[in-house]
């Protein structure tokens, strides 16, 4: 089984985007899978996790009420839809399941 993520790019500050994570290989779709990110400089950091069937959600306070978590079993994807990005937000992103498989980041750039 495989984690990858992708849809990171270079965002002004306010700005959104759309992460996708697809898990690749022999999966039951039975685990919570979370989003980590790594900022420069700065110690790996929770962001936010989902329930193995999408029903709940959770964020870190520095997240909560600008990033949404959602997953679609069927194509073996989650995503991060972030809003009003700020330039604390400039990270790698990675996805990782709860048994701590982690896939490889896709870096997430907020500029002023």
């Known amino acids: 089984v495989q984690l990858q993520a992708s849809g990171g790019g270079l965002v002004q500050t306010g700005g959104s985007l759309r992460l996708a994570c697809t898990v690749s290989?022999?999966?039951?779709?039975?685990?919570?899978l979370a989003w980590f990110r790594q900022g420069p400089g700065k110690a790996r950091e929770y962001v936010s996790s989902?329930?193995?069937?999408?029903?709940?959600?959770y964020y870190s306070d520095s997240v909560k009420g600008r990033f949404t978590i959602s997953r679609d079993n069927a194509e073996n994807t989650l995503y991060l839809d972030m809003n009003s990005l700020k330039l604390d937000d400039t990270a790698v992103y990675y996805c990782?399941?709860?048994?701590?498989?982690r896939g490889q980041g896709t870096l997430v750039t907020v500029s002023s």
């Open positions: 990782q399941r709860d048994d701590n498989l």
């Open positions: 290989g022999r999966t039951d779709n039975l685990n919570a």
């Open positions: 989902i329930t193995w069937n999408g029903e709940s959600g």
